[in-house]
């Protein structure tokens, strides 16, 4: 059984290494850029292929013919989406598009996982926490519209064509590898870069308030590959914890680990023009449907998070 994954970034990467590690299977990895850690997979090959370029995702499609799709190609960054937000459709949208034409296009019928995102409830009132799926959708960024049209076009294939896709909403999820523009992230690489006298002992930060449900990204991609075998097609689920931390306690959390005296700091420039005061989500769908549940402790992922970066700098 052969599985494709669009985009090998951060999630793609760790999906990567559990479904040949765990799963056994051969994985093809098709990414715009080319990362060192993908030569360490066993049975991985990988296709240098931008998702945007129909043509040439359809060739890739028509040779590989995989039995799962896992398209994770995006522009994942809701902070980028502010400034480009026509590149973060673009790559969102089309090239979803393309990948379900292809798929048409080689007559091959795989199970396909899309990604979308909690973001998409946007703003969400106290009494109707913790959010479900049957919440109504009302995105507040380019990056949350972006994953709402992925979410409505994968039903609409769906629907349209019997592609057998199934749809998931993961709330935030963190892990080692994970990029600095994100908050656990970026917290644990100033620390790392503190400790290791590469900056001044003062730590940046956007607006702390926010509450998010976390989950680690090695739970999410299990949950991937999960409610791809045992999901229902044409269905929808969350992956999230069932808990939230406010973006202080993250932070918290992480100065405890270092002995290193830290002094916080607001920076205007990370403060956005739109934030969610809190997204906590219900994952009792996906536990009924498949039994899955995270299992890595919170305090867990944000240590071996601010390891990763102690290598790294």
């Known amino acids: 059984m052969r599985a494709l994954i669009t985009g090998m970034g951060f999630v793609g990467q760790h999906l990567a290494r559990y479904l040949t590690e765990v799963q056994k299977l051969d994985v093809v990895g098709v990414s715009l850029y080319k990362h060192p850690e993908e030569n360490f997979f066993n049975n991985f090959y990988f296709e240098k292929c931008d998702v945007c370029a129909q043509s040439a995702l359809s060739s890739v499609i028509e040779r590989w013919c995989p039995d799962y799709i896992f398209h994770l190609a995006a522009q994942s960054s809701v902070a980028a989406s502010w400034y480009d937000a026509r590149h973060t459709i673009e790559v969102n949208l089309f090239g979803q598009l393309n990948l379900f034409e292809a798929v048409k296009k080689a007559n091959i019928s795989p199970l396909i996982l899309i990604p979308c995102s909690s973001d998409e409830y946007g703003k969400v009132e106290l009494a109707d926490l913790p959010i479900k799926e049957d919440a109504p959708l009302k995105p507040n960024s380019p990056y949350a519209s972006s994953k709402v049209f992925q979410d409505y076009l994968a039903y609409q294939y769906y629907d349209s064509y019997g592609m057998k896709i199934i749809r998931t909403r993961a709330f935030n999820h963190t892990g080692p590898g994970q990029s600095h523009l994100f908050a656990a992230s970026g917290f644990a690489k100033q620390i790392a870069e503190i400790e290791k006298n590469l900056r001044e002992p003062f730590l940046y930060v956007g607006n702390l308030d926010s509450r998010r449900d976390f989950t680690d990204v090695r739970d999410v991609v299990e949950a991937y590959w999960l409610v791809l075998k045992k999901g229902k097609i044409g269905e929808v689920y969350n992956i999230c914890s069932n808990k939230a931390y406010s973006i202080e306690e ?34 009792s769908k996906i536990y009924k449907a498949i039994g899955w549940r995270p299992k890595i402790p919170f305090e867990k992922t944000l240590e071996d998070v601010l390891n990763y970066w102690r290598e790294k700098v």
């Not at 100065?255 to 403060?271: A, H, N």
């Open 250 to 283: 993250v932070l918290g959390i992480l100065l405890s680990f270092s002995k290193t005296k830290i002094k916080v700091e607001k920076d205007p420039v990370k403060i956005r023009p739109s934030d969610i005061p809190i997204l906590l989500g219900d994952n």
